[in-house]
């Protein structure tokens, strides 16, 4: 039965993708993918002959009804974005919806997620946590972490590197500079770091050291 299967790649070593990830990628009558030229690289390493096309925030409105279409024809679709899990702060959620509201049969298969390894690693109560996946850039950003303020499970921040260091000021400013926390850097690659500390510390270190790559933060929750 055809059906859309979201697949989770790599975050960073190509190597950890799973056995059943591969499978149903060679298996796929179609990949979307976040970045043909990205997923290439991925595909080609792999030896996944599959047919690719595009599928990306800025399309995904146009095509979902195209998708869902072929898919109720005959074709089994998977999806992937550029590193992780689809629909975690990456394409997916729409088509997934938009799959489900019309009776097609949706699959997620298990695998690499950057918030799970910066938790874990951060030392930091990781039982209940909330994620907050990236920060309204503008508009909404004070009210977000106004409201999270009285927050007591840790919680985790998607990032970019350039705004980290205004993230963790402003964080500072609303959780208290000497707030704990950790940021997670190229998780799984080369040049992985895992820094803990206060709020202001974490801030102070990447003034002079600005950084570079996908980075997660992770901050304690308000004590009781």
Do not use: W
Request: aromatic share 6%.
């Amino acid at each position: 039965m055809s059906k859309l299967i979201l697949v989770p790649t790599p975050i960073g070593n190509l190597k950890d993708i799973t056995y059943r990830a591969v499978e149903t990628l060679e298996n796929a009558d179609l990949i979307l993918a976040e970045d043909t030229r990205h997923a290439s690289k991925l595909l080609n390493h792999y030896n996944i002959r599959s047919a690719l096309q595009s599928h990306h925030m800025f399309n995904e409105h146009k095509s979902v009804e195209s998708i869902c279409s072929r898919i109720l024809s005959g074709t089994t679709i998977a999806l992937i974005t550029d590193a992780g899990t689809p629909g975690i702060s990456d394409p997916g959620f729409l088509l997934v919806r938009s799959c489900l509201e019309k009776g097609i049969p949706v699959e997620t298969l298990p695998g690499p997620t950057a918030l799970i390894p910066a938790i874990v690693n951060s030392g930091l109560p990781c039982d209940r946590f909330c994620f907050e996946g990236f920060l309204p850039a503008k508009k909404g950003r004070n009210k977000r972490l106004t409201g999270l303020e009285e927050e007591t499970r840790t919680m985790v921040f998607y990032e970019s590197p350039y705004r980290l260091v205004k993230t963790l000021d402003e964080m500072a400013q609303h959780f208290r500079s000497d707030r704990e926390a950790c940021v997670s850097r190229e998780i799984s690659k080369i040049y992985e770091e895992n820094l803990r500390g206060t709020l202001s510390y974490l801030s102070d270190h990447y003034k002079t050291k600005p950084p570079k790559g996908e980075i997660v933060i992770v901050v304690a929750g308000k004590k009781d």
